[in-house]
């Protein structure tokens, strides 16, 4: 089995895991996101567009044909008023061409292979939002829990120092510094709420609805064994790197094509014709023709226009090739970020988790000693904030991690409905493909791509 295939596969374990059925898990918020996304019922549409491009080139090989029917009044002066009435009919067939109407058919494909890869890069950024709002309400949430439950504590505290001022054990300054310490806290419980609201908007906008209770996230997708590694998986598979080696396979047909431009081309063509008019007498007549007949022409001058026309094609061929190293470039920068974001996330859970541990004995010891009057207030609330802190730090460093690990499989252009596995039908790119790629007009083609239209409009 692949590295590819088994980070699909581990990736796809761990979003499919059994989870409670009034919480929301990632898996579900990644369906919501690809179901509801308009941004990739936007690109469906530029994809549908480029598959006609492909009807649209083939159609030149194909005979064209046209009618045209006139009627004109005439009244000269001292003349009676004529009437004159003609219906014709012709077609036209390119015969050879020197292959440039193949090659504009064989570029509309390629450009048709690169936008389905654009499809795929936009379902990847989907998806990655919707994680990302995931994650943000989830840790928004656990802020929001953390604050309120400081609150409580502080609260308690506070309370505790009224009693022994009350007592007189105890300074009013000592029961100030609760106050203060508790109105801070208060003020950053309301600041994590408004941010709980915020993620909560961003995941409207990732989903197409609001967040209710969310599960705990999956286990983390399994890495490949090294960043090259996961660098090699993402230049075999990325879209955007898929996208641009399309492009530039499309800009060398397009080169190809503009040099064929200078070739001749021979067509054939037909008519018939019926002409009703008056005749030297005064009466009407009318007057059938035919004709047919083949014509060879080529363009020997036009201005430089042929001559621009290569080099220009030669030029965007230059420009795909270059933002095909480009992207390559930025692909594996987007992993190495991702790699080193988790190894970061990693170190900072390590020694975050240190100190708590170190803060929760500090604080409890602090508690105890002013208990019997050798800490100070100050002292206490000191230590309740550093473990505040630390607990806050905990869960930033967690959903951090967890981001990182699917910023990662997008990078490797892996975090992909199919690759994930999430159990549902996806778009059939092909589908509206091979209902136009021969330039149907009407006929049983033509309701093959109504029900193929139909079937789009119903959703997936």
């Known amino acids: 089995m692949s590295a590819l295939r088994r980070l699909a596969l581990a990736a796809a374990a761990g979003l499919s895991?059994?989870?409670?059925?009034?919480?929301?898990?990632?898996?579900?918020?990644?369906?919501?996101?690809?179901?509801?996304?308009?941004?990739?019922?936007?690109?469906?549409?530029?994809?549908?567009?480029?598959?006609?491009?492909v009807a649209i080139a083939l159609s030149r090989l194909r005979p064209v044909v046209n009618w045209a029917a006139s009627h004109t009044v005439q009244r000269p002066e001292g003349s009676p008023t004529l009437r004159n009435s003609s219906v014709s009919l012709t077609a036209s067939l390119t015969l050879?061409?020197?292959?440039?109407?193949?090659?504009e058919i064989d570029g509309a494909k390629e450009l048709v292979l690169a936008t389905r890869q654009a499809l795929v890069s936009i379902e990847q950024d989907v998806l990655l939002n919707a994680t990302q709002a995931?994650?943000?309400?989830?840790?928004?949430?656990?802020?929001?829990?953390?604050?309120?439950n400081s609150v409580d504590v502080l609260g308690r505290e506070r309370q505790a120092a009224q009693d022994r001022f009350d007592v007189g054990e105890i300074t009013v300054t000592d029961v100030a510094l609760a106050d203060a310490q508790l109105a801070a806290?208060?003020?950053?419980?309301?600041?994590?709420?408004?941010?709980?609201?915020?993620?909560?908007?961003?995941?409207?906008?990732?989903?197409?609805?609001?967040?209710g209770a969310l599960a705990a996230p999956p286990p983390l997708p399994q890495l490949p064994p090294s960043a090259d590694e996961a660098r090699a998986i993402a230049q075999?598979?990325?879209?955007?790197?898929?996208?641009?080696?399309?492009?530039?396979?499309?800009a060398e047909i397009r080169v190809a094509a503009a040099a064929a431009e200078r070739s001749p081309n021979l067509t054939a063509n037909a008519g018939v014709g019926v002409t009703r008019s008056p005749n030297?007498?005064?009466?009407?007549?009318?007057?059938?023709s035919s004709q047919i007949g083949i014509e060879l022409n080529q363009t020997l001058y036009s201005g430089g226009r042929l001559s621009a026309t290569h080099r220009s094609a030669m030029a965007q061929r230059d420009q795909a090739r270059s933002g095909l190293l480009q992207t390559s470039r930025q692909v594996a920068l987007a992993v190495g970020e991702a790699w080193a974001n988790i190894d970061v996330a990693r170190a900072q859970i390590r020694a975050i988790d240190q100190q708590i541990s170190a803060a929760q004995q500090a604080y409890d010891g602090v508690r105890e000693e002013a208990q019997l009057g050798a800490r100070t207030t100050l002292?206490?609330?000191?230590?309740?904030?550093?473990?505040?802190?630390?607990?806050?730090?905990?869960?930033?460093?967690?959903?951090?991690?967890?981001?990182?690990?699917?910023?990662?499989?997008?990078?490797?252009?892996?975090?992909?409905?199919?690759?994930?596995?999430?159990?549902?039908?996806?778009?059939?790119?092909?589908q509206y493909y091979n209902a136009v790629r021969n330039a149907p007009s009407t006929s049983q083609q033509g309701e093959s791509l109504d029900r193929v239209l139909r079937a789009i409009g119903r959703g997936n």
């Open 134 to 148: 995931f994650f943000n309400v989830r840790e928004a949430t656990q802020q929001v829990s953390l604050q309120q």
């Open 280 to 288: 030297t007498l005064g009466d009407y007549s009318t007057r059938n």
């Open 185 to 211: 806290t208060q003020a950053s419980l309301a600041a994590a709420q408004g941010q709980l609201e915020i993620a909560r908007e961003a995941f409207v906008l990732a989903t197409g609805r609001r967040p």
């Open 96 to 103: 050879y061409d020197f292959g440039r109407s193949q090659l």
């Open 236 to 250: 075999r598979n990325h879209p955007a790197i898929l996208q641009s080696q399309r492009q530039a396979a499309a």
């Open 379 to 430: 002292d206490v609330l000191d230590a309740e904030q550093s473990l505040l802190e630390a607990r806050a730090n905990r869960i930033t460093a967690e959903s951090n991690l967890q981001l990182a690990h699917y910023q990662l499989l997008a990078a490797m252009g892996l975090l992909t409905v199919e690759n994930l596995n999430l159990g549902i039908p996806t778009y059939d790119p092909t």
């Open 17 to 53: 895991l059994a989870l409670p059925v009034q919480a929301e898990s990632l898996a579900d918020t990644l369906v919501a996101a690809y179901r509801h996304s308009a941004l990739i019922e936007q690109n469906r549409a530029v994809l549908r567009a480029a598959d006609e491009d």
